[in-house]
């Protein structure tokens, strides 16, 4: 699972939930939620 902003590998944790969450289906890391927002994330998405 890669981040669709940064292309950064996402962690999984064990029980296979992503760090991170997903916008439109796709996965956004936690870091790249921290840095944009909500608004800036569906932009380049
Ligand atoms: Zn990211």
Known sequence: MKCEI???KIQETFLEKIK???FK???IC???QR????EEILEKI
Do not use: I, L, M, P
């Not at 840095?35 to 909500?38: G, I, S």
């Open 25 to 27: 289906k796709k996965a």
């Open 30 to 32: 936690s870091n790249c």
């Open 6 to 8: 940064c292309k950064e």
């Open 20 to 22: 991170g969450t997903f």
């Open 35 to 38: 840095k944009y927002t909500k």
